[in-house]
């Protein structure tokens, strides 16, 4: 078993192709010049501040990591809860709360099956504010068991996104139970572009992230299918860098620049709603405490 359970789902050819995708965009991405002034700020929609990596990088060090790296807004969810109340304490500017199902790492494959998490979720939006319940992880026809069926009704309840890691079939299942519904697909599925965008096309209450990928782009250059699909809608996408390890948290910075880099073979118009406009059009409105 992985030292990190909650780590992205990928098929293993996805992991390798990010790993030397990775590795190419951010030799293309490089330091930023003195003339980039002022770098794109960025909208990262999917983060993760579980209790290891609090254990490492105290809430203060994590914030400043992230305004250092330029993020703008930053959607953020973990194991336990409180991790995320943390950061949002220390940086209501900055921190999106996204309310995980998960009450410790390791239960991606079990929390669909647990009957006291409807009643956990209840107490936590009763008590605090958030922008989506997620990210959980949930496939095919467990998307329609009783446990997923009530995250369901509590996002329409408090007016959430639903941030879900799922096949194709999953999100159908989320529309079948709420057609007014609004979905964020992490990892846009893990599907090839014309797929995302046969989803894109039926359910107008869908949108993308493309965390822990990067088939996208290579070497700053934009893949032919998905500049089809950044084109054809390009207020459906947003980026994330998915800190599932406390690792990853370091990384933040980099990811931000290998970003921007591909993002300037963009349109301008596209890459700022992809890199920051959308998420705060989405999310950024969404009213939380003071």
């Known amino acids: 078993m992985s030292q990190y359970p909650d780590a992205p789902t990928a098929p293993p050819?996805?992991?390798?192709?990010?790993?030397?995708?990775?590795?190419?965009?951010?030799?293309?991405?490089?330091?930023?010049?003195?003339?980039?002034?002022?770098?794109?700020?960025?909208?990262?929609?999917?983060?993760?501040?579980?209790?290891?990596?609090?254990?490492?990088?105290p809430p203060k060090d994590a914030v400043a990591l992230l305004r250092k790296a330029g993020?703008?807004?930053?959607?953020?969810?973990?194991?336990?809860?409180?991790?995320?109340?943390?950061?949002?304490?220390?940086?209501?500017?900055?921190?999106?709360?996204?309310?995980?199902?998960?009450?410790?790492?390791?239960?991606?494959g079990s929390w669909m099956h647990?009957?006291?998490?409807?009643?956990?979720?209840?107490?936590?939006?009763a008590k605090y504010r958030y922008v989506a319940i997620g990210e959980f992880h949930i496939?095919?026809?467990?998307?329609?068991?009783?446990?997923?069926?009530?995250?369901?009704?509590?996002?329409?309840?408090?007016?959430?996104?639903?941030?879900?890691?799922?096949?194709?079939d999953a999100i159908e299942r989320h529309f079948a139970q709420d057609p007014g519904a609004r979905v964020l697909w992490a990892h846009s599925g893990f599907d090839s572009p014309a797929e995302v965008q046969a989803m894109l096309k039926k359910h107008k209450n869908l949108w993308c992230d493309l965390a822990f990928r990067s088939d996208h782009a290579t070497m700053g250059?934009?893949?032919?299918?998905?500049?089809?699909?950044?084109?054809?809608?390009?207020?459906?996408?947003?980026?994330?860098?998915?800190?599932?390890?406390?690792?990853?948290?370091?990384?933040?910075?980099?990811?931000?620049n290998w970003t921007r880099a591909w993002l300037a073979d963009l349109p301008r118009e596209v890459a700022?709603?992809?890199?920051?406009?959308?998420g705060e059009a989405l999310f950024a409105a969404m009213p939380l405490k003071g």
């Open 114 to 125: 647990d009957d006291t998490v409807p009643a956990m979720l209840e107490q936590r939006l």
């Open 71 to 108: 993020l703008k807004r930053a959607m953020v969810s973990s194991s336990s809860d409180d991790g995320t109340q943390m950061l949002y304490d220390e940086a209501p500017d900055l921190i999106l709360p996204s309310l995980r199902p998960y009450r410790r790492r390791g239960e991606l």
């Open 139 to 168: 496939y095919g026809k467990d998307a329609d068991l009783p446990v997923m069926r009530r995250v369901v009704q509590l996002a329409k309840q408090h007016k959430l996104f639903l941030h879900s890691h799922s096949d194709a």
């Open 221 to 256: 250059k934009v893949d032919s299918g998905w500049r089809e699909a950044f084109l054809a809608h390009p207020d459906r996408f947003m980026v994330g860098t998915d800190t599932f390890t406390p690792e990853r948290w370091y990384y933040v910075g980099e990811h931000a």
């Open 272 to 278: 700022e709603r992809i890199g920051y406009r959308n």
């Open 13 to 57: 050819m996805n992991r390798r192709r990010w790993m030397l995708g990775t590795a190419a965009g951010l030799m293309a991405a490089g330091p930023l010049r003195a003339a980039d002034v002022a770098p794109m700020p960025i909208f990262d929609a999917h983060l993760h501040y579980s209790h290891d990596a609090w254990e490492r990088l």
